[in-house]
């Protein structure tokens, strides 16, 4: 096996941090009894309602 990377090393390790939660945190998962193993839960996830741009009311001056 090669490695490859730059000369010297950057000082962090991810151009972006990940993205991790709370190990103990089991609140989107369930045990599914047909597969005996634990399976996560999607969320029921809701649109926000489309608006008309026309429709919205004109931001009001702001004087000081």
């Known amino acids: 096996m090669e490695w490859n990377c730059t000369s010297p090393p950057p000082f962090y390790n991810f ?16 045990w599914q009894e047909s597969d005996e193993r634990y399976v996560t839960i999607q969320p029921e996830r ?19």
């Open 15 to 30: 151009e972006r941090a990940p993205v991790v939660g709370d190990p103990y945190d089991f609140h989107d998962i369930e």
């Open 46 to 64: 809701k649109l926000a309602p489309e608006s008309d741009p026309s429709k919205s009311p004109a931001p009001a001056s702001h004087k000081h």
